[in-house]
T-cell receptor, first 114, second 114 residues
Framework: EAQVTQNPRYLITVTGKKLTVTCSQN?????MSWYRQDPGLGLRQIYY???????DKGDVPEGYKVSRKEKRNFPLILESPSPNQTSLYFC?????????????FGPGTRLTVL | RKEVEQDPGPFNVPEGATVAFNCTYS??????FFWYRQDCRKEPKLLMS???SGNEDGRFTAQLNRASQYISLLIRDSKLSDSATYLC???????????????FGQGTILTVHP
């Protein structure tokens, strides 16, 4: 089944404790992206990747890192999480970012930073 | 001014009603436009792409007005199952420096009641 998977789905952590949220897709998509969703603000793009070893900042990259060592995986790293990073995170992939290609989203990761 | 703006609603309509949402965007060089649907606490899913000539998919019609920089979504004969948040998505000019970025509106909440 074609899908985007994220792990963990739920995470409660404390300020400053490094964490990684994994994202994997099995559709051989070139493009992958991370978003956070907050009430009243909608989805905001954190980072995106056009292909392996190519990553770029979205609108809200501060406090996050990403890597794209393999085509299928695009982990999101929070080196020192803070409470303002409490949010619902979505990973997405598509064949290409800007044409009429559908973005396929993962199920989301709900992160709480205490 | 936000790059992409939507009326957050909520729109409360009876079954069978026709309802329309608008979404305005600020970057005149924007290239691609989409409507996504998001059910409560779930991932967004593509509803339809928006073509320059307008397009229709069953009860749903999408329109693009480049001169006034807005897109619209019309839902006819509303069903209870149409209750969701509708997100408009705009991508920039593929040749620009923001190549690969996607911008979401904050979403419009629709509730269809019996």
């Amino acid at each position: 089944e074609a899908q985007v998977t994220q792990n963990p789905r739920y995470l409660i952590t404390v300020t400053g404790k490094k964490l990684t949220v994994t994202c994997s897709q099995n559709m051989n998509h070139e493009y992958m992206s991370w978003y956070r969703q907050d009430p009243g603000l909608g989805l905001r793009q954190i980072y995106y990747s056009m292909n392996v070893e190519v990553t770029d900042k979205g609108d809200v990259p501060e406090g996050y890192k990403v890597s794209r060592k393999e085509k299928r995986n695009f982990p999101l790293i929070l080196e020192s999480p803070s409470p303002n990073q409490t949010s619902l995170y979505f990973c997405a992939s598509s064949l290409e970012p800007y044409s009429y290609n559908e973005q396929f989203f993962g199920p989301g990761t709900r992160l709480t930073v205490l | 001014r936000k790059e992409v703006e939507q009326d957050p609603g909520p729109f409360n309509v009876p079954e069978g009603a026709t309802v329309a949402f608008n979404c305005t965007y600020s970057n005149s060089a924007s290239q691609s436009f989409f409507w996504y649907r998001q059910d409560c606490r779930k991932e967004p899913k593509l509803l339809m792409s928006v073509y320059s000539s307008g397009n229709e998919d069953g009860r749903f019609t999408a329109q693009l007005n480049r001169a006034s920089q807005y897109i619209s979504l019309l839902i006819r004969d509303s069903k209870l199952s149409d209750s969701a948040t509708y997100l408009c998505v705009v991508t920039p000019n593929a040749g620009g420096t923001s190549y690969g970025k996607l911008t979401f509106g904050q979403g419009t909440i629709l509730t269809v009641h019996p």
